[in-house]
């Protein structure tokens, strides 16, 4: 009897650490579908791989987009200023009025408006029930921030608010090393964007 109950325990850790593995597996397809997807502008596509934390806060950031104020676009964190500005300057009222969260987002892969991602991976993948979270890598160099991941009707997606910290970080670091202000960064950075320099119109809502 002993040895039929240890038989089976010795299975069940084997089956248990194969469909981990699996799992893995999968979370990895994820990214790489959507990376795949986002190198080759297809907006449409991508978006298919993103959480609904993803889609709800890109719903967030385009009614920001539209209706808020300079007053409460400059209590915004950095990352999301940069991005209310940044869609106010390169995309058309009359394309902006047409969007929900999921259109927005398609919208700024196909226009090349996410960023490269070329050089960007997950490394160790730790999976807790209906979650997931891949490290981020640079290349062949491992960072101190992971991508979340979320089950989503039987499909993993990358949730992308999860490397925020990462830009801010980032952007946070440039500004203290520039000696500026963080709006006059920003100015530089819109005024690259949009090349030429912004007027004061970026700072008012659409609607």
Same mark, same amino acid.
């Given at each position: =009897?002993?040895? &039929?109950?240890? @038989?089976?325990?010795i299975c069940a850790f084997f089956m248990s650490a194969f469909a981990q593995k699996s799992e893995?597996?999968? &979370?990895?397809?994820?990214?790489?579908?959507y990376k795949?997807?986002?190198?080759?502008?297809?907006?449409?596509?991508?978006?298919?791989? &993103?959480?609904?934390?993803? +889609?709800?806060?890109?719903?967030?950031?385009?009614?920001?987009v539209k209706t808020a104020d300079s007053t409460t +676009?400059?209590? @915004?964190?950095? =990352?999301?200023?940069? =991005? &209310?500005?940044?869609v106010r300057l390169r995309i058309p009222k009359e394309e902006i009025l047409k969007f929900d969260g999921k259109s927005f987002l398609e919208y700024g892969i196909s226009n090349g408006m996410i960023g490269n991602i070329a050089n960007f991976s +997950? /490394?160790?993948?730790? +999976?807790? /029930?209906d979650t997931a979270k891949g490290q981020? =890598?640079?290349?062949?160099?491992?960072?101190?921030?992971?991508?979340?991941?979320?089950?989503?009707? /039987?499909?993993?997606?990358?949730?992308?608010?999860?490397?925020?910290a990462i830009s801010e970080t980032a952007f946070s670091a440039m500004i203290q090393e520039s000696g500026q202000t963080e709006n006059e960064i920003l100015l530089l950075l819109l005024e690259k964007i949009a090349g030429a320099k912004p007027d004061n119109t970026m700072w008012q809502p659409i609607l």
């Open positions: =009897m002993k040895r &039929v109950v240890s @038989l089976l325990f893995e597996k999968l &979370v990895r397809k994820a990214f790489d579908n795949t997807a986002v190198l080759n502008k297809q907006g449409e596509q991508a978006v298919n791989y &993103v959480s609904a934390k993803t +889609i709800d806060y890109y719903s967030n950031m385009l009614e920001l +676009i400059d209590r @915004l964190q950095l =990352m999301d200023k940069l =991005m &209310v500005l940044t +997950i /490394g160790d993948v730790k +999976i807790t /029930g981020f =890598m640079v290349g062949k160099e491992k960072a101190p921030f992971y991508y979340d991941f979320y089950k989503e009707n /039987g499909q993993w997606k990358i949730d992308l608010t999860s490397i925020l």
